[in-house]
Structure formats: C-alpha cells, structure tokens
C-alpha cells in the first residue's frame, strides 16, 4: 500500500513534513511487531520539483502527482494564502484537483485537514458529501461548495472514502484515520503509543473565539455559539434573547430576517447539528445525546432530530456507519 503526501506553495510546512515524518515512523513501528512493512510513504507536488511553505522554506518532493497513477491513501495538508479565491484557481491547484478526482475514482482513500479541504472542493470531492474544516472558514467553505454538507464542529468526518478534519494541527488525527482505515485498529494503536496521543480524534466540538463573530453575520453566529455553549442546559427563546441583549420581539425579528425561522426553531436546528456531528464522532447513547443536545428526555430528542433528518438517530449512525466502509 501507497499514502501520498501532497506538497504545493503556501501549505503548511508542519502539516505536510509532519504527516511524513508521522506515518513513516508509524510505517517502522508496525513493521516491528509484525515483520512486514504495512505501507510505503511517498511525497509528491503538482511537477515533481520542490515547493515553498508557507514560511517560504524550500521543500523537496519524490514525484509528480502525474507519475502516481493509483494510491491507496492521500493526505492534503491545510495552506495559508492571502486571497483563498486567486490561490485555488492557480494552475497547481487545478492539476492537483484533478488528480484527486481521478485518484478517489480509482478507490484511493483521499484526506485533508484544515484549509487543505477546499483542494477537495475544487476537485468536486465534498459535493453531496459531509465534511468539515476549521473553524474560521466553515462558513467560506459552505458558501463556495453549497452542495456540501459542512458540518460545524466535527473534528473528523469521513464519508465515502473523503476524509476531512479541523484545525492547522489535526493532520495528527487524520494520519491516525488513515492507518487504521488501512492497517486497522492494532495498527493505529501502535502508532498512536509511539506518538503519544489518542487513538481516536478528539470528540468535542470545535471552539471557535469571539473574534469570529466580527465576520459574515455577526448576530447569527453569535446566536449559534450561545446555543452550542448552553450544552446540557435547557434553553428557551427568552433565554436566548437575554444572553444576546436584546428583547424577545427583536429577537424574533432578526432570526425572521435571517434564517425564516422562529426563535425555538433556531434552537432546535443548531441542536441538531451538534447531535449529529456527536452521532457520527461518539458512541454515547441517545439518552446521552439527548442531554447533551439540551433535550429533557430522548423521546423529545427523537422526534426533533427526524423533523430534520427524516429518520431516527439510531438509523442515522447507522447510516453513517455504513457511508465510512
């Protein structure tokens, strides 16, 4: 088995030697107990010659994408740009769409962390499909993939062999995912001991600080947080009103003017977003998930989460279940 590491101008220099260094090391650590190398580690840019980080360090590549012709896995490391609109319609990041594309249509496995996730929405890998990304461009990527399915909050998704995480630093999780897809469970142990960290990604939902709230709409997005803060703790549309300062009757209007939706509406809602990214990320039971979503009982949590999805989330992990084999 073959993972690839993609470099290209302006990734991040951590994400993409420390996904190498990672799975190489993790390569050597399984071979020990087993007596046999469980994958191989290849480096590739869009021409096979060396790229700049986004320090500006030149870093060296094996191949070119076009000299790869199948793979089993491919990680993308997340970037930093100036202008994420003029960096993804540069010619690199035409080749390496494509070359995703036509890689995951052959059956490879393809990943990416953080920013790197918008590499797979040029190549139309995220239409239809759910994922997610960091938190400060969740609404950017909704915004220019509206046929994805982002989903706010989830440190790791996949779905129908894409894979897509958080933050700059989740490529460690993602490496992880990739091993134990490949390798399987005892695999992925092994690697997760020799490095140090959990087995499996971090469950919680993503924080996102205050200064978000100064883009895209401020108020709506200051009203989800309040929401997804409240946790356990019930909340009704009074209560949301004075957290944000205002009056009922402003409230109601703003969230009119917004989403079309009454206040208890927009509660529900973005409690159903975070029971399901906690469906597809945890094993809690429904009880479990009915309290942490704020419902009093699962009966209630039950009813709500199929207005919305059209079926129970029992059936819903299950689904997601089979949508990762």
Avoid at 58 to 64: D, G, Q, R, Y
Avoid at 176 to 202: E, M, Q, W, Y
Wanted: hydrophobic content about 40%; glycine content about 8%.
């Amino acid at each position: 088995m073959e993972i690839v590491v993609l470099g290209f101008n302006g990734c991040l220099g951590a994400g993409f030697v420390g996904s190498v260094d990672m799975l190489k090391l993790s390569s050597l650590m399984i071979s020990k107990e087993d007596n046999r190398q469980p994958f191989k580690t290849l480096t590739a840019s869009f021409n096979g010659k060396p790229f700049e980080d986004s320090s500006g360090r030149a870093l060296s590549v094996e191949k070119s994408v076009t000299a790869i012709k199948a793979s089993s896995a491919i990680v993308v490391p997340g970037y930093l740009c100036d202008d994420n609109a003029d960096f993804l319609s540069t010619p690199q990041i035409g080749t390496l769409a494509a070359w995703l594309r036509r890689q995951h249509a052959l059956g490879a496995l393809v990943c990416a962390s953080c920013s790197g996730v918008f590499i797979l929405g040029e190549a139309g890998l995220l239409d239809g499909r759910r994922c997610t990304t960091t938190w400060w461009r969740h609404d950017e990527l909704k915004s220019r993939y509206p046929r994805a399915d982002a989903i706010w909050g989830a440190p790791l998704i996949e779905d129908e062999r894409i894979v897509t995480s958080g933050g700059p630093l989740s490529w460690v999780d993602l490496c992880l995912h990739v091993i134990r897809s490949l390798c399987g469970g005892d695999a992925a142990k092994i690697a997760a001991d020799f490095a140090v960290v959990d087995t499996a990604p971090s469950t919680r939902s993503v924080y996102a600080p205050l200064s978000h709230f100064a883009a895209a709409n401020a108020f709506l997005l200051e009203a989800e947080h309040v929401v997804r803060l409240a946790g356990e703790d019930p909340m009704t549309a009074q209560d949301l009103a004075r957290a944000l300062g205002m009056s009922s009757r402003t409230l109601n209007r703003r969230l009119k003017e917004a989403t079309s939706e009454t206040p208890k509406q927009f509660i529900d809602r973005v409690r159903f977003e975070t029971a399901r990214m906690l469906l597809e990320t945890t094993k809690c039971s429904l009880k479990q998930l009915a309290a942490s979503s704020g419902y009093s009982d699962a009966a209630s949590f039950r009813r709500a989460f199929y207005r919305y999805s059209g079926m129970t989330p029992g059936a819903y992990r299950t689904q997601s279940r089979n949508r990762q084999t």
